[in-house]
């Protein structure tokens, strides 16, 4: 498609190269250095968009961050993005892009025939329709939410890289404009460290005319020079495409980086990079974005912002039209008409709304139709289809054709023909970010704009701070620079750069809402939303009186520009509407994020296995050869089961637990916590931290001990050995070796830093496996151990330092399995090896690796407990039936708060075992225990398993007084899963209740 | 048993620990002084914590130590999976997981911080163009992975375990 509005000439753009790019399945043609937006103007296309709530047809408005209409959706399929704005997307070959909200197309969408209801959706429409009946409710949501919302996001997986980048630096200047140019060159000057972000392709911010002199250069040549001369400093780093879009407390602001056109994911290159930066100062030159003046039907195709068709014109030379009416309140609007007819666009006539805007403004244009005192007060499109035609009126105008201006004060009208109608309403500083903390911009009456609030490590410089000529913004710019580098103890010697003399403007009008008059059509004051005059009006007669209100209420200003163009426009009408002027209505509260962030960039590349880190034992390898089903316990990925070719989950299960108790098994058991205590006073802390007593514990043996939280309920429990006179190893469950080594480090730290004791935590130190069985010993014994391995030189509860296979070991008589049974510990990068020989030398023995889920049956069988299932934070020593362990010759944590009453009751909820009445039975996992008459909980299962050694499934419970109830039938009930069960409660302990078998 | 003040009870500790390695141990304020010093040429010494520290070397020349009073030593070699990072964009790559200045401050210079979650210590040595990363032997598979994911847009920075 031919480019029929490119100006012939001008424009940073490359026209040696084209572009080839798709816009609704159309083909067009643009060039490096052209936007969706300025390619698409380029070629003729103004109907970009539909509204969000009538489905109006919109095109092109704004440039840059401020477009509220052309939000399109970009590429296909899973790495579609939806809602960009056109107008920041660069073209790059291959681009797709396609409008949205719209069906079947955007030039025939069948939406737009909620346009003739519009009468009927005044704002505050759901809140008065939806209340009744209210039964209704749930239905209504449905449909709303249904109706809610732009674009449509891809439900694949995203396939695009996003990175998180961390950065400090002394001072980060947000907007490379001329103002955080001269910012960033003066701090830089300091010899600081300086970033500088900048949301924009080209360095030089909203400045268009670029014939003025700054140093004696023109001003593009100033901006390039100042850019390579920064780009050449060690010390500042420059981010283009980059959107600063949240200030946080301690200087940390996040900014959002637009990476390559095209991600890359082959290569490694991210679509998007959201940094973090840590600066010490910030410069806040963010400029301003121009306001537009509402009239009726100012939403056609074909009127923009003064300030952003002269930007389409003189940046891209795309022209939006070629015969414009300006329509302004200030002196930006000759400016702008200037710039325009440079570019070859026809200014017919400029409507001033001020009556003594002065002649000499209109100096050296070529339009000559000034209308002074005067303003738009409606707007005349071409319709899509002819009068008669069905629907035409609710399809709406596809682009303006004319206007019809009114002198103030009369209601005489003129009519003028244009193609291009734009509005110049003053400028409004971007103050987001120095409102993100929580401060409220200041308002300005002399030039009826907010201003950003500033603090010690905020500066503001620029448009951003109320400063709108060049010179003023050099200026500006360069103390803001100085004024962050002497907040950090530096001076510079540079001199600030000089513009040309300006000057002084005229007073600017305060009118954003042209008088009505007699004319008709809605008048748009916030588009993205939808918002006009109307609704604001109404609100303010059902007396809606703050602005956060307002916004709530007709939704001003809650589309994902943030009311960037719309929000001033409401103010001001509010206070007209009020008797009040806009300082007196406030701002709405500015919240992160600025601009949209994609969920991708905030995610980062923390998504799948990536998003969580997970620790592995050092025998992982092993079980992954041997082809172990894994399951997460915490963050520890650990053998669940190994099952053999042919062998389903529970025949594996069955196996590993039955191989036990009849020959040996060997498992992991590395994750659990692990500490080496030294010092004379460790018997001391001992006897503080657990409840039973330590002092008397000799060497070469161990213990078990179980602690308590200060509350008196079960923290966690394991196994202290004794290794020399003042060397102590200490085990604790898997899930809380990080909270026992924090509140072994409180104590001693805090509570007792008088004691000799110390604690390091050596659980990456040693890898571990458990042998369990009927043979442990005779595999201990092939395995060569040089110490003795008999009943009565290896007791029971005893620790042996030494070698297995020539590897060393600490070896530990002791059994989670109730079984003879070790635990070897070997150096981590040496536990593989280990473990390895004595499955090979055990393999006469008939020894087998076993998973959690067999030891899980072991230990049920064995009536154990289990932090997290049976001690699940209300459980006492006693509820679980070691009462007995608690020693009444010494105190520790927790013992004081178990004279409470109500840890005494008799009817407190005691560890039972627990069998189907129909030994075939299955227990339903996490069933409530209840009489079956009552159907009242009087306690849970907490843990389940089929015992092969038994022959039936048996389970662990708490239940109400439950030492009492043994031999009585109570019903297991699961309803969310549709089990239920009678059961028998008896003793916990299921095999081996004398304990024989762990002291063979 | 003396009563001692916790701030005693670490100066009790400290003194003993540097009585036992004959040196001037890390300042607990990392920014007063440099948080690494050498010890006796064979090899580096790490403040953790107020009362810990990592002695780090090439050999074992610290299994022959006794203890002294309330300074204990423990082997903990198995525990810690070195990385070298090489490369001229090794703290760009860094950047994608630690909030971190750099350079760290006058080499010999090492930091505690999380990678990734990850509790990791970051050591940067007399050594141009590369730094080391100590990571707990059980997050190293799954942190080296993602680092070297992270490193995969540059054909710099290298990763290799070191010994």
């Known amino acids: ?1000 | 048993m003396p009563d001692h003040s916790s701030m005693e009870a670490c100066s009790l500790r400290e003194a003993a620990m540097a009585q036992l390695l004959l040196l001037q141990l890390p300042a607990v304020n990392a920014s007063d002084a440099a948080a690494l010093h050498s010890y006796a040429e064979a090899g580096l010494c790490l403040r953790l914590a107020p009362d810990q520290w990592l002695l780090l070397a090439e050999t074992e020349p610290f299994a022959a130590l006794p203890a002294s009073g309330r300074a204990k030593l423990t082997d903990i070699s198995h525990a810690w999976i070195r990385l070298r990072i090489s490369g001229p964009k090794r703290w760009e790559m860094l950047s994608k997981c630690m909030a971190l200045p750099h350079p760290l401050g006058p080499a010999p210079y090492a930091v505690r911080t999380l990678c990734v979650g990850v509790p990791v210590i970051l050591l940067e040595t007399s050594e141009t163009e590369a730094l080391y990363l100590l990571m707990p032997r059980s997050y190293s598979a799954w942190l080296t992975q993602w680092l070297a994911d992270a490193a995969a847009e540059y054909a710099a920075p290298s990763l290799e375990t070191a010994p």
């Not at chain 1, 008797?579 to 500015?590: M, R, S």
């Not at chain 1, 042996?800 to 989670?816: N, Q, T, W």
Request: overall charge neutral; hydrophobic content about 40%.
């Open chain 1, 1 to 1000: 498609m031919k480019q029929t509005h490119r100006a012939a000439s001008g424009g940073r753009i490359d026209r040696s190269r084209l572009i080839r790019f798709r816009f609704n399945g159309r083909d067009y043609a643009g060039h490096p250095g052209d936007t969706l937006a300025s390619a698409l103007i380029a070629n003729g296309v103004k109907l970009l968009a539909r509204s969000f709530k009538y489905h109006r047809p919109r095109g092109i408005f704004a440039a840059g961050i401020d477009e509220p209409n052309a939000l399109v959706r970009v590429g296909e399929g899973a790495a579609a993005e939806p809602n960009l704005r056109a107008t920041q997307i660069p073209l790059h070959e291959g681009l797709a892009a396609q409008s949205q909200n719209c069906w079947p197309s955007v030039d025939w969408d069948i939406g737009a025939l909620i346009g003739l209801a519009a009468p009927l959706f005044p704002a505050g429409f759901y809140y008065k329709t939806f209340m009744w009946p209210r039964s209704a409710w749930p239905l209504y949501e449905q449909i709303i939410r249904r109706a809610a919302g732009l674009g449509v996001a891809p439900t694949e997986a995203d396939p695009d890289r996003y990175e998180h980048r961390h950065a400090e630096t002394d001072i980060l200047i947000v907007g490379g404009g001329v103002s955080g140019l001269a910012a960033a060159l003066a701090a830089a000057n300091s010899g600081l460290k300086v970033m500088l972000a900048d949301d924009g392709e080209c360095w030089g911010g909203q400045t268009l005319d670029e014939t003025q002199l700054v140093d004696g250069l023109p001003l593009r040549r100033w901006i390039d020079d100042a850019v390579q001369r920064l780009a050449a400093m060690p010390q500042v780093t420059l981010l283009p495409r980059s959107t600063a879009y949240a200030r946080y407390d301690h200087g940390e602001i996040g900014i959002l980086q637009q990476c390559a056109p095209e991600s890359n994911p082959i290569s490694g290159r991210a679509r998007q990079c959201r940094w973090l930066v840590h600066s010490r100062q910030v410069v806040l030159a963010t400029g301003a974005s121009e306001r537009h003046i509402a009239f009726a039907n100012n939403d056609l195709p074909g009127i923009m912002l003064a300030s952003a068709a002269a930007l389409y014109a003189n940046r891209y030379a795309a022209l939006p039209g070629r015969r414009a009416v300006l329509f302004t309140n200030n002196d930006s609007g000759y400016a702008a008409a200037r710039l325009l007819e440079n570019a070859g666009i026809a200014v017919v006539c400029i409507v001033d709304c001020r009556p003594d805007a002065s002649p000499g403004l209109a100096a050296g244009l070529r339009c000559n139709t000034i209308r002074r005192g005067y303003a738009v007060v409606r707007a005349l499109g071409r319709r899509a289809l002819g009068r008669r035609a069905l629907g035409s009126r609710a399809l709406g105008n596809r682009a303006v054709s004319g206007c019809e201006i009114a002198k103030l004060g009369t209601e005489t009208v003129e009519r003028l023909d244009c193609d291009l109608l734009l509005t110049a309403g003053g400028w409004t500083p971007r103050v987001h970010l120095s409102s993100h903390l929580g401060e409220r911009p200041v308002f300005d009456p002399a030039q009826s704009v907010f201003l950003p609030a500033t603090a010690a490590d905020l500066h503001c410089a620029g448009a951003c701070a109320g400063e709108f000529d060049l010179n003023a913004c050099l200026q500006s710019g360069f103390n803001a620079g100085k004024q962050a580098a002497a907040s950090l103890g530096k001076t510079i010697a540079a001199q600030p750069p000089e513009g040309p003399a300006q000057q002084a403007a005229q007073p600017a009008s305060a009118m954003l809402v042209a008088p009505a008059g007699k004319a008709h059509g809605p008048c748009f004051v916030d588009f993205q939303t939808d918002v006009t005059t109307a609704d604001l009006g109404l609100a303010h007669r059902e007396n809606f009186r703050s602005i956060e209100h307002v916004k709530r209420y007709t939704t001003l200003g809650m589309g994902t520009d943030q009311g960037r163009t719309g929000a001033p426009t409401g103010i001001a009408h509010i206070a007209a509407l009020s008797g009040k002027t806009p300082g007196d209505i406030g701002v709405t509260t500015y919240r992160t994020p600025y601009a949209p962030v994609t969920l991708g960039a905030l995610a980062g590349r923390h998504v799948g296995k990536a998003s969580a880190p997970t620790r592995v034992t050092p025998l992982h390898e092993w079980h992954k050869a041997a082809g172990a089903v894994f399951m997460l316990a915490g963050q520890w990925q650990r053998a669940q089961i190994f099952p053999r070719p042919g062998e389903s989950d529970e025949q594996a299960v069955n196996r590993e637990a039955r191989n036990v108790r009849e020959a040996v098994g060997i498992t992991d058991v590395s994750t659990l916590g692990k500490f080496e205590l030294r010092g004379r006073d460790v018997p001391e802390l001992l006897e503080r931290l657990y409840v039973n007593g330590w002092r008397n514990l000799a060497a070469g043996r161990s213990r078990y001990g179980v602690m308590l939280r200060l509350d008196g309920m079960v923290l966690d429990d394991g196994t202290t050995s004794r290794l020399s006179d003042d060397t102590y190893f200490m085990t604790t469950t898997t899930g809380n070796a990080e909270r026992i080594y924090a509140h072994m480090r409180r104590c001693l730290q805090l509570e007792w830093p008088g004691l000799d004791a110390t604690v390091t935590p050596v659980t990456e130190q040693w890898g571990a496996f458990a042998i369990a069985g009927p043979k442990a010993r005779a595999l201990l014994e092939v395995l060569q151990p040089d110490f003795a391995t008999g009943n009565a030189d290896f007791p029971y509860m005893s620790v042996r330092e030494g070698k297995l296979s020539g590897i060393p070991v600490r070896a530990f008589r002791i059994s989670f399995a109730g079984e003879l049974g070790y635990e070897i510990y070997a150096p981590a990068g040496m536990a593989t090896a280990l473990w390895t020989k004595a499955l090979e030398v055990g393999a006469s023995l008939g020894v087998m690796p076993y998973g959690t889920e067999a030891m899980m049956v072991l230990r049920i069988e064995k009536g154990f407990f289990v932090p997290g299932f049976e001690a699940d934070g209300r459980t006492t020593l006693d509820d679980l039936g070691l009462g007995r362990m608690l020693s009444s010759k010494k105190a520790c944590i927790g013992q004081a708060a178990l004279n409470r009453e109500a840890l005494q009751a008799a009817d407190r909820l005691h560890l039972v075992g627990i069998v189907a009445t129909d030994p075939t039975q299955p227990l339903p996992r996490g069933a409530q225990l209840a009489t079956p008459s009552s159907h009242e909980s009087q306690g849970h299962i907490t843990s389940m398993a089929y015992s092969p050694i038994l022959g039936h499934w048996i389970g662990l419970g708490l239940l109400r007084a439950g030492r009492g109830r043994h031999g009585e039938i109570l019903t297991a009930m699961a309803p969310a899963i549709g089990q239920q069960t009678d059961i028998r409660i008896v003793d916990p302990v299921f095999f081996d209740p004398e304990g024989s078998r762990s002291h063979a």
